[in-house]
């Protein structure tokens, strides 16, 4: 179980006290531990909070934005992916507070991810719906110059790329890794874009999908220029 001084500590970085210790206590037990300890694991909390998550980034989207409804889910997808909630658990050092058996938490995104939302849906039952809007924004940094980098990151230059070079035959593309750096949990990955064998441009991302796709923008300007 966590300690008063973990309770305390957690709620001090997420910014909220809550009235019924029990529902935090279960938002941090992973259902590895809860089985072998005879506890309730976080699984319904996050399930409750999956659903918080997604309507308050609509809502946010849908006050916000005029976009339509294919670009507000797809960036619905990348704002509640595990991808991205993650790494605010990882940010604020809050894995080391999940009581887990058997496995590293550190390494899985998946994982995080589930706690965040855990945590959004223990702070729902502990308070209301406005209270976890809040908490969501603030912490996931929600406004109009992320959505718009979003934007960017979403928009597939890959296909835009590939569909460019179909206009002249004979055309062969691939990205290969350049490098791959930083932990599990947070890797960056340098791609470059390479046509007919020859180097065109290179790009840093979280991912291999992201980088390729950075790389796959900055060779379209190339070659539109």
Request: hydrophobic share 35%; charged share 25%; glycine share 4%.
């Amino acid at each position: 179980m966590l300690s008063r001084e973990q309770i305390e500590a957690i709620e001090q970085k997420l910014g909220y006290e809550w009235k019924n210790k029990e529902y935090l206590q279960t938002a941090f037990t992973h259902s590895s531990f809860a089985y072998s300890h005879n506890l309730t694991s976080n699984e319904r909390l996050e399930f409750l909070g999956d659903s918080i998550l997604n309507f308050c980034t609509t809502k946010f989207l849908f006050d916000n934005f005029n976009f339509a409804e294919g670009v507000c889910s797809k960036i619905r997808a990348y704002l509640v992916s595990s991808e991205y909630v993650s790494k605010y658990i990882f940010d604020a050092g809050l894995e080391k507070n999940l009581l887990c058996d058997n496995f590293n938490p550190e390494k899985s995104t998946n994982v995080m991810g589930d706690l965040f939302e855990s945590i959004v849906g223990a702070m729902f039952l502990d308070s209301d719906l406005e209270q976890c809007k809040k908490f969501i924004y603030e912490s996931l940094k929600y406004s109009k110059e992320l959505v718009n980098s979003i934007l960017k990151l979403t928009r597939d230059y890959k296909s835009e790329l590939q569909e460019f070079l179909q206009q002249t035959t004979g055309n062969t593309l691939e990205y290969v890794v350049i490098s791959k750096k930083g932990p599990a949990h947070k890797p960056e990955f340098e791609i470059a874009a390479m046509i007919n064998g020859k180097k065109y441009a290179t790009a840093f991302g979280s991912s291999k999908k992201e980088a390729e796709n950075l790389a796959a923008e900055k060779t379209l300007d190339i070659l539109k220029k």
